[in-house]
């Protein structure tokens, strides 16, 4: 499910506000090649799903800058209800309510 940090402690994501486009796209497909390499799994990226940081602060989030090698927006969104799964959950779906999904353009 989308916007759960489980099994972590704080979900991963990309701030848009500095970046351009293809560098939002590109921080997506640079995971999804980490991701691949260190398992046993392909990963794709079929889109992402955005939502403003006032999404996350109206769950009680904190979004926190950790800038990381090849993507200067990475942020990470903290507070997350600790060994709650059920509670990350319904916070994750109020996120996704309002978040945009945006799929991979063909061609990409």
Not at 49 to 62: I, M, P
Not at 67 to 73: H, L
Request: aromatic fraction near 6%; hydrophobic fraction near 35%; charged fraction near 25%.
């Amino acid at each position: 499910m989308p916007f759960v940090p489980h099994p972590h402690e704080e979900l991963s994501v990309t701030r848009d506000r500095d970046a351009t486009e293809d560098e939002v796209w590109n921080a997506g497909f640079e995971v999804a090649r980490q991701r691949s390499e260190s398992g046993p799994r392909t990963f794709t990226l079929h889109g992402r799903g955005d939502a403003l940081a006032a999404t996350y602060h109206d769950q009680n989030l904190q979004t926190v800058p950790d800038p990381v090698p090849g993507n200067p927006n990475h942020v990470n969104v903290t507070g997350w209800p600790k060994d709650d799964k059920a509670k990350q959950k319904l916070i994750a779906l109020e996120i996704a309510k309002v978040a945009k999904f945006v799929p991979v353009k063909d061609g990409v």
